[in-house]
């Protein structure tokens, strides 16, 4: 079993900054894929960054210069640091893992969700 716990949300006038965190933990041989998804009220849930294990980073364009996606591999951590933020951004935040598990699970990939975090945005 593998858990995702985020922090970093909360409330900040456009203009400023955050830095979200995530946390895996559990049953963990490697995490391959980790990301920050979004969900604004009445509105799909969306892919704000992701970073790959070996690999760049991807990111939104409505975000893109403003966001930076980070990883730290030995702590299982994917971090979002969040600038100029805008009222549009405000949202509920949601971390995601590809998490390949130790034995003697299967050696097949999992996804996991965060609950999410809050983050308002104001004017």
């Known amino acids: 079993q593998v858990q995702l716990v985020e922090s970093g949300g909360g409330l900040v006038q456009a203009g400023g900054s955050l830095r979200l965190s995530c946390a895996a933990s559990?049953?963990?041989?490697?995490?391959?894929?980790m990301a920050w998804y979004r969900q604004a009220p009445g509105k799909q849930r969306e892919l704000v960054a992701q970073i790959i294990s070996g690999s760049s980073a991807n990111y939104a364009d409505s975000v893109k210069g403003r966001v930076t996606i980070s990883r730290d591999d030995a702590k299982n951590t994917v971090y979002l640091q969040m600038d100029n933020l805008k009222p549009e951004d405000t949202a509920v935040y949601y971390c995601y893992a590809v998490v390949r598990p130790t034995p003697p699970h299967l050696p097949l990939d999992y996804q996991y969700w965060g609950p999410g975090t809050q983050v308002t945005v104001s004017s």
């Open positions: 559990g049953s963990i041989l490697r995490v391959n894929v």
